[in-house]
């Protein structure tokens, strides 16, 4: 390194930099240029002593990968830098990441703040499997931050949202909604998994985690599930009693307190040594592999994702077969103001439409689609298609889809990277067959 | 959270490829403290600690007798690890400038949340280098990759070979 590059702290290289370099050095012992793919569970201690210094988190280093492992430590570090956080833990899903977060955070009675707009799975594992962990989840209209105010309780031990809201066009006043989260002394809670590091920096905002399913943009390639928790290391978990998992004697490990011993690693360190072994829903190596070459792209892709999106988004809101557009890239959209806010370089590939046939129109359009790939997915090169009341919506009630944006009319659509005339060309004949 | 005191990865990698003998003040026997977990770790990355806290003087941790103050100590080491609170780094650090050319200490180094600029600014005076609110074992490991074993931001941006220097 020289010396300029020296002073360079990890965020003063650009994005793109970082998204192609960052917890990716070369392998040391051989040189290997790209990232090894550590297919191991476990690792050969030096001695005893070495063993015992590794089980009392007094050295770093690797025990089993259900804890760490190399190649998905590769792929923390390089989300933990573009978020711009103190350290990342991978997960097997973007649902286990919601799991190993609040898990950290959480004790049995304890309640949380979420948003009603959120991606429908996470309503059903919030409303309904957490509570069987003793977790309440409160759901609130965040749009009114006064709202999210009243809905504080001495319990509420975080307030979680969805920086661009899935399925679509909705954005979120971070900052608005961090200011309410600091007055409680709790953190907020951002998923950015719809738009990306690259679109949306939430630890900017005043966000303090930051959660990821990996599956979507971030690998891009419709290959491997996977999730991220991303801590900012800002906030102090010793401010009030609230936070007994980071900030009490750990008896699991002999009284250790992860805030005292480890400072602002400990949120990290505690999801690592607490979370994931166990709840044991770790990553794996190859699904880091895989991720890590989809974030060597991530700006160029968000980039066309953003441009195609925007057009295709333009087009349909002049389609006759169409009642509306919800895109928070189109100047008629409510979030416009936030979208240039929080997502200046562009609102996302996901949207959703609302067909003037209602829900037959959308079973229709899914199965007319030639290019669109109808799946349960998002953030893919491809172009996919979903009618969410069908299909991952469908265990809500019809007042909880409504207020998620997922009613019996809407179709979602994540716009891919194809020739972007084609992508029209497709729903054009599509909706032409719903409508007929 | 990121403190506005910066460091260069070079000045810190040079104080800490410098230094061999660190006296630690505020170390503690108990294996679940902070100060012992970086002691331990710090000896197996092959420096001497030589722990400095009155209420266990003449006892041992982890293998090295304690001493009740630096001026005891009668080996040399370059740095002086400041494991107590901002306020008490004031004296330590006086004392720390009183022996500097006795016991060779080129640099007064203060623990994660330990700032003292008054103090600071004195050592600084007399030639001795200063870091604060670090910990020289983390800092020890995010320049040497074993913090991005744990998922941690090492802030480390490069494309030449890592020179091995584990353990």
Same mark, same amino acid.
């Given at each position: 390194?020289?010396?300029?590059?020296n002073?360079k702290?990890?965020?003063?290289y650009?994005?793109e930099?970082?998204?192609?370099?960052?917890g990716?050095q070369?392998e040391?012992v051989?040189g290997a240029?790209?990232?090894?793919?550590?297919?191991?569970?476990?690792y050969?201690f030096h001695d005893a002593e070495?063993?015992?210094s590794?089980?009392?988190?007094?050295?770093?280093g690797?025990?089993?990968?259900?804890?760490?492992?190399p190649?998905?430590?590769?792929l923390?570090?390089r989300?933990?830098?573009?978020?711009?956080g103190r350290?990342?833990?991978?997960?097997?899903?973007?649902h286990?990441a919601?799991i190993l977060?609040?898990?950290?955070l959480?004790?049995?009675?304890?309640?949380?703040i979420?948003?009603?707009?959120?991606?429908?799975g996470s309503?059903?594992?919030?409303g309904?499997?957490?509570k069987?962990?003793g977790w309440?989840?409160?759901?609130?209209?965040v749009?009114?931050?006064?709202?999210?105010?009243?809905?504080l309780t001495?319990k509420t031990k975080?307030i979680?949202v969805?920086?661009l809201?899935?399925p679509?066009g909705?954005?979120s006043?971070l900052?608005?909604?961090?200011?309410?989260?600091?007055?409680?002394?709790?953190?907020?809670?951002v998923?950015?998994?719809?738009?990306?590091p690259?679109l949306?920096?939430?630890?900017d905002?005043?966000?303090d985690?930051?959660?990821?399913s990996t599956t979507?943009f971030?690998?891009?390639?419709g290959?491997?599930?996977?999730?991220?928790?991303?801590?900012? %290391?800002?906030?102090d978990?010793?401010r009030? @009693?609230?936070?007994? &998992?980071? *900030? !009490?004697?750990?008896?699991?490990?002999h =009284?250790?307190n992860?805030?005292?011993t480890?400072g602002d690693?400990?949120?990290?360190?505690?999801?690592h040594?607490?979370?994931?072994?166990d709840?044991?829903?770790?990553?794996?190596p190859?699904?880091?592999?895989?991720?890590l070459?989809?974030?060597e792209?991530?700006?160029?892709?968000?980039?066309?994702?953003?441009?195609?999106a925007?057009?295709v988004?333009e087009?349909l809101e002049?389609?006759s077969a169409?009642?509306?557009?919800?895109?928070a890239a189109?100047?008629?959209?409510?979030?416009r103001?936030?979208?240039e806010k929080y997502l200046?370089? %562009?609102a996302?590939?996901?949207f959703?439409? @609302?067909?003037?046939? &209602?829900? *037959? !129109?959308?079973?229709?359009m899914v199965? =007319?689609?030639?290019?669109?790939?109808?799946?349960?997915n998002?953030?893919?090169?491809?172009s996919l298609?979903?009618?969410?009341a069908?299909?991952?919506h469908?265990?809500?009630?019809?007042?909880q889809?409504?207020?998620a944006?997922?009613?019996p009319e809407?179709v979602r659509?994540?716009?891919?990277l194809?020739?972007v005339?084609?992508?029209?060309?497709?729903l054009?004949?599509a909706?032409?067959?719903?409508?007929? | 959270?990121?403190s506005?005191?910066?460091y260069?990865?070079?000045e810190l990698?040079a104080?800490?490829?410098?230094?061999r003998?660190?006296?630690?003040?505020?170390?503690?026997?108990?294996?679940?403290r902070?100060s012992?977990?970086?002691?331990k770790?710090l000896?197996?990355k092959?420096y001497?600690v030589?722990?400095?806290n009155?209420?266990?003087a003449?006892?041992?941790?982890?293998?090295?007798?304690?001493?009740?103050?630096?001026?005891?100590?009668?080996e040399k080491f370059e740095?002086?690890?400041i494991f107590?609170?901002?306020?008490a780094a004031?004296?330590?650090?006086d004392e720390?400038i009183?022996?500097?050319?006795?016991?060779?200490?080129k640099?007064?180094?203060?623990?994660l949340?330990?700032?003292?600029?008054?103090?600071?600014?004195k050592?600084?005076?007399?030639?001795?280098?200063?870091?604060?609110d670090r910990?020289p074992?983390?800092?020890f490991?995010r320049?040497?990759?074993?913090?991005?074993?744990?998922?941690f931001?090492?802030?480390?941006i490069?494309?030449k070979?890592?020179?091995?220097?584990?353990?």
């Amino acid at each position: 390194m020289s010396d300029k590059m020296n002073r360079k702290s990890g965020r003063d290289y650009g994005f793109e930099t970082r998204m192609i370099h960052a917890g990716t050095q070369p392998e040391p012992v051989t040189g290997a240029r790209q990232t090894p793919i550590f297919q191991n569970t476990s690792y050969v201690f030096h001695d005893a002593e070495h063993a015992a210094s590794l089980f009392n988190l007094q050295t770093f280093g690797f025990i089993y990968s259900r804890l760490t492992n190399p190649t998905v430590a590769a792929l923390e570090e390089r989300l933990a830098n573009l978020e711009g956080g103190r350290g990342a833990t991978c997960c097997a899903s973007g649902h286990a990441a919601q799991i190993l977060a609040f898990f950290a955070l959480m004790e049995p009675d304890d309640r949380f703040i979420a948003s009603t707009r959120l991606y429908g799975g996470s309503i059903t594992q919030f409303g309904k499997t957490f509570k069987k962990f003793g977790w309440q989840a409160d759901f609130v209209d965040v749009d009114d931050p006064e709202a999210v105010r009243r809905a504080l309780t001495p319990k509420t031990k975080a307030i979680f949202v969805e920086s661009l809201a899935n399925p679509g066009g909705v954005v979120s006043d971070l900052e608005a909604l961090a200011g309410v989260a600091r007055e409680a002394e709790i953190p907020l809670i951002v998923d950015n998994t719809m738009a990306t590091p690259y679109l949306c920096q939430p630890f900017d905002w005043g966000a303090d985690i930051v959660v990821h399913s990996t599956t979507k943009f971030l690998s891009g390639n419709g290959t491997s599930m996977g999730g991220a928790v991303i801590d900012s %290391g800002g906030f102090d978990w010793t401010r009030n @009693g609230k936070f007994p &998992g980071l *900030a !009490a004697p750990e008896p699991a490990y002999h =009284g250790l307190n992860f805030h005292e011993t480890f400072g602002d690693m400990a949120f990290t360190m505690q999801a690592h040594a607490v979370g994931l072994r166990d709840l044991g829903a770790t990553m794996a190596p190859m699904h880091a592999f895989q991720t890590l070459l989809g974030t060597e792209t991530l700006s160029l892709r968000m980039e066309r994702h953003c441009a195609n999106a925007r057009i295709v988004a333009e087009y349909l809101e002049g389609h006759s077969a169409v009642a509306w557009v919800s895109s928070a890239a189109l100047a008629s959209s409510p979030y416009r103001a936030l979208a240039e806010k929080y997502l200046p370089r %562009g609102a996302g590939s996901v949207f959703t439409i @609302g067909l003037k046939g &209602g829900y *037959a !129109a959308g079973v229709k359009m899914v199965e =007319g689609c030639e290019l669109f790939s109808h799946l349960a997915n998002i953030g893919d090169v491809r172009s996919l298609i979903l009618h969410p009341a069908s299909t991952t919506h469908r265990q809500l009630s019809e007042a909880q889809q409504a207020a998620a944006g997922a009613g019996p009319e809407v179709v979602r659509l994540s716009i891919g990277l194809e020739t972007v005339e084609d992508i029209i060309a497709d729903l054009d004949q599509a909706l032409a067959g719903a409508a007929a | 959270m990121s403190s506005p005191l910066t460091y260069t990865n070079s000045e810190l990698l040079a104080i800490l490829r410098d230094t061999r003998t660190i006296a630690m003040v505020g170390a503690s026997p108990k294996w679940n403290r902070p100060s012992f977990f970086a002691m331990k770790y710090l000896q197996e990355k092959g420096y001497r600690v030589i722990p400095v806290n009155p209420g266990v003087a003449g006892g041992d941790i982890l293998g090295e007798r304690v001493y009740a103050s630096l001026a005891e100590i009668p080996e040399k080491f370059e740095m002086v690890d400041i494991f107590r609170n901002s306020a008490a780094a004031g004296p330590i650090t006086d004392e720390a400038i009183g022996l500097a050319k006795e016991k060779g200490i080129k640099v007064v180094w203060m623990q994660l949340g330990v700032i003292n600029e008054d103090a600071a600014a004195k050592a600084r005076a007399a030639g001795l280098q200063v870091v604060m609110d670090r910990c020289p074992k983390i800092e020890f490991g995010r320049l040497n990759a074993e913090l991005s074993w744990g998922g941690f931001n090492s802030g480390i941006i490069s494309a030449k070979r890592r020179k091995l220097r584990l353990s």
